[in-house]
């Protein structure tokens, strides 16, 4: 079974280009198809947009920006509330 991960994150995040190639690399080995957040999508010239909570099992947030916080709201287009 193939698992759809969404992929959000800070284009300002040192190593990301790094961990976006070890993902890409390693994400099909592990069963997972990859769907970037459209800014990110664009950085990396390749790959598949995010544009619906619909279309991903799990999200993963890169970058330490709080976007783990605003990450359901943008994938949703309603805004979210954290707790912690």
Known sequence: MTR?????????YEGLTE???LLRREAPR???TLRYEAALREAL?????????????????????????????SSTGRRSRSSG
Do not use: K, Q, Y
């Open 4 to 12: 759809r991960l969404g992929v959000v994150g800070h284009l300002g």
């Open 19 to 21: 961990v976006l190639t």
């Open 30 to 32: 592990h069963g997972f």
């Open 45 to 73: 010239g390749t790959g598949e947009v995010l544009s619906s909570p619909a279309e991903i099992d799990a999200l993963l947030a890169l970058g330490g920006d709080g976007r783990c916080c605003g990450a359901p709201a």
